[in-house]
């Protein structure tokens, strides 16, 4: 679960930098960095959520 | 700071701890552990690690990235914010010069505005409206940051005289001045503006162009 578990940690981290420090930039990679990451760390999350309740029969 | 820029810090702080404890301690020191009892439940090691990754993952991470947003899509609507990208520091060093006679300046030291000045003008009414600007202001982003843009800017497509009348329209100044109803018809149509008589809005291309005597004073950084 590293891979998911690094890339919210970035987003996050992104998206603290901006309230810390609103610039543009910042403001440009919450939006279009930080929250890609985020969609590909819970997409990634929920395949793993879902294959292990298939393993264990419950879907 | 906003309630929303708090729950960024906050939940995004709880995030980073959580994460950096499942990614520096791993998995099996939380699934080693005795079962942790939660009122009448009993969670075993692996229960407890697997709440703390859904927390860590999934939960906090979602909230901490939707509270930046609101943060970013309400903070987006004041005059500060423009004034994020020096493309737009002549409209706000203008606004905020009392020696001005554009549009937006006597707007500004009339007060007819009280807040959120560049928002309210360049944002249409309704739930239509806030969105087009939304979307518009995402555009915006893209430009900047990647630096697809030439300077001076210039606005994209026409100023909406819906924005002026849906203020001025009606009101006593307004209605005693002959030539707003003889206008009336092709204000409502979009070939005329308000500032065709009232412009212009803002510093003109040629003043926020290098070379010109204006540049300097407009290009002034106003934060």
Same mark, same amino acid.
């Given at each position: &679960?590293?891979?998911?578990?690094?890339?919210?940690?970035?987003?996050?981290?992104?998206?603290? *930098?901006?309230?810390?420090?609103?610039?543009?930039?910042? &403001? *440009?990679?919450?939006?279009?960095?930080?929250?890609?990451?985020?969609?590909?760390?819970?997409?990634?999350?929920?395949?793993?959520?879902?294959?292990?309740?298939?393993?264990?029969?419950?879907? | 700071?906003?309630?929303?820029?708090?729950?960024?810090?906050?939940?995004?702080?709880?995030?980073?701890? %959580?994460?950096?404890?499942?990614?520096?301690?791993? /998995?099996?020191?939380?699934?080693?552990?005795? /079962?942790?009892?939660? +009122?009448?439940?009993?969670?075993?090691?692996? @229960?407890? $690690?697997?709440?703390?990754?859904?927390?860590?993952?999934?939960?906090?991470?979602?909230?901490?990235? +939707?509270?930046?947003?609101?943060? %970013?899509?309400?903070?987006?609507?004041?005059?500060? @914010?423009?004034?994020? =990208?020096?493309?737009?520091?002549?409209?706000?060093?203008?606004?905020?010069?009392? @020696?001005?006679?554009?549009?937006?300046?006597?707007?500004?030291?009339?007060? $007819?505005?009280?807040?959120?000045? =560049?928002?309210? =003008?360049?944002?249409? $009414?309704?739930?239509?409206?806030?969105?087009?600007?939304?979307? #518009?202001?995402? !555009?915006?982003?893209? !430009?900047?940051?990647?630096?697809? $843009?030439? #300077?001076?800017?210039?606005?994209?497509?026409?100023?909406?005289?819906?924005s002026c009348l849906n203020c001025h329209e009606g009101t006593r100044p307004f209605e005693a001045i002959n030539s707003h109803h003889v206008a009336s018809e092709r204000?409502? #149509? +979009?070939?005329?503006? =308000?500032?065709?008589?009232?412009?212009? @809005?803002?510093?003109?291309?040629?003043?926020?162009?290098? +070379?010109?005597?204006?540049?300097?004073?407009?290009?002034?950084? /106003?934060?």
């Amino acid at each position: &679960m590293k891979l998911e578990i690094v890339l919210t940690l970035v987003a996050v981290l992104i998206a603290i *930098g901006f309230v810390l420090s609103r610039n543009a930039y910042l &403001m *440009g990679a919450t939006v279009f960095v930080a929250t890609p990451l985020l969609v590909v760390a819970v997409v990634y999350y929920l395949a793993r959520v879902i294959r292990e309740l298939r393993d264990h029969d419950v879907l | 700071m906003s309630l929303f820029a708090w729950v960024t810090l906050g939940v995004g702080g709880l995030t980073l701890v %959580l994460g950096l404890l499942l990614l520096i301690r791993g /998995p099996s020191w939380l699934k080693r552990t005795r /079962p942790i009892q939660l +009122g009448v439940v009993a969670l075993s090691g692996v @229960a407890t $690690y697997k709440l703390v990754a859904f927390f860590a993952i999934a939960a906090l991470p979602v909230a901490t990235l +939707g509270a930046a947003h609101v943060e %970013l899509l309400e903070g987006a609507k004041s005059v500060e @914010a423009c004034a994020g =990208c020096h493309v737009m520091w002549p409209m706000v060093n203008d606004l905020h010069d009392p @020696a001005s006679d554009s549009l937006a300046a006597r707007h500004f030291k009339n007060r $007819y505005i009280q807040g959120e000045e =560049c928002y309210h =003008c360049h944002s249409g $009414y309704g739930f239509n409206g806030a969105l087009s600007a939304k979307l #518009e202001g995402y !555009r915006h982003l893209v !430009r900047y940051t990647t630096g697809i $843009y030439q #300077e001076p800017i210039r606005m994209r497509g026409k100023f909406d005289t819906a924005s002026c009348l849906n203020c001025h329209e009606g009101t006593r100044p307004f209605e005693a001045i002959n030539s707003h109803h003889v206008a009336s018809e092709r204000l409502a #149509e +979009g070939t005329m503006s =308000c500032t065709n008589c009232h412009g212009p @809005a803002h510093p003109t291309r040629s003043e926020r162009t290098p +070379g010109d005597a204006h540049y300097q004073g407009l290009m002034r950084d /106003p934060l």
